[in-house]
């Protein structure tokens, strides 16, 4: 099946932890982002890349890092700079000018 | 700058009349429309889409949406609504004339919608 695979599903951080959240994709989408959702908020853009080896940042992109090695992969690491990172991280993938493909999302809790 | 205004927080409807989820939007060239579903704990998943043409857009699972460009809004609608139906459902736009991905897209803050068995 072509997809995007989130991992994990749920991750707890604990004060002073980076924490990195798994995002890879099968569809051979040139375009991946990533979303923070907040109940009420909508989605608010983190980061997106567009090819591999470069990404922009989005419209909240402190406390937040991500890299893009691999046409399939985007990572994103929560550091510890971001002070309040409880929230369900949405990734992405396009074709450019495409809709977007969701995955199935990961919650993130502070301890 | 544009924006998405999606003015109802919560819809609730009983399973077989019609529903609409409400959408206006504000860009600075000719809109490019969507509207997505979330399932609980889940990513948002793809309805439709209007860029040009038809302002009536028909979508999955039964739903359609109205493009009026006199009024700026692209409401959901469905003639009949199931108790499956029942999710949080996101309106988002960007320029039309804008180049590149989807980055200028901008999401509504979304509407829960509840339906009634």
């Given at each position: 099946d072509g997809g995007i695979t989130q991992s994990p599903k749920y991750l707890f951080r604990k004060e002073g932890q980076n924490v990195t959240l798994s995002c890879e994709q099968n569809?051979?989408?040139?375009a991946m982002y990533w979303y923070r959702q907040d109940p009420g908020q909508g989605l608010r853009l983190i980061y997106y890349s567009q090819i591999v080896n470069d990404f922009q940042k989005g419209d909240i992109a402190e406390g937040y890092s991500v890299s893009r090695e691999k046409k399939e992969s985007f990572p994103l690491t929560v550091t510890?700079?971001?002070?309040?990172?409880?929230a369900f991280y949405l990734c992405a993938s396009s074709i450019v000018d495409g809709k977007l493909f969701f995955g199935s999302g990961t919650q993130l809790s502070v301890l | 700058a544009q924006s998405v205004a999606q003015p109802e927080d919560q819809v609730n409807v009983a399973e077989g009349n019609p529903l609409t989820v409400k959408c206006t939007y504000s860009v600075s060239g000719n809109p490019y429309l969507f509207w997505y579903v979330q399932y609980p704990n889940r990513g948002l998943q793809f309805l439709l889409k209007y860029i040009?043409?038809?302002n009536l857009v028909k979508g999955s699972y039964g739903f359609e949406a109205e493009f009026n460009k006199s009024q700026t809004s692209f409401h959901l609608k469905k003639p009949s609504a199931l108790v499956s139906d029942s999710a949080l459902y996101f309106c988002a736009v960007r320029d039309?004339?804008?180049?590149?991905?989807?980055?200028q897209l901008t999401f509504g803050s979304g509407t829960q919608l509840t339906v009634l068995p």
């Open positions: 569809l051979n989408h040139d510890s700079a971001q002070k309040n990172p409880t | 040009t043409g038809d039309f004339i804008s180049s590149g991905s989807a980055r």
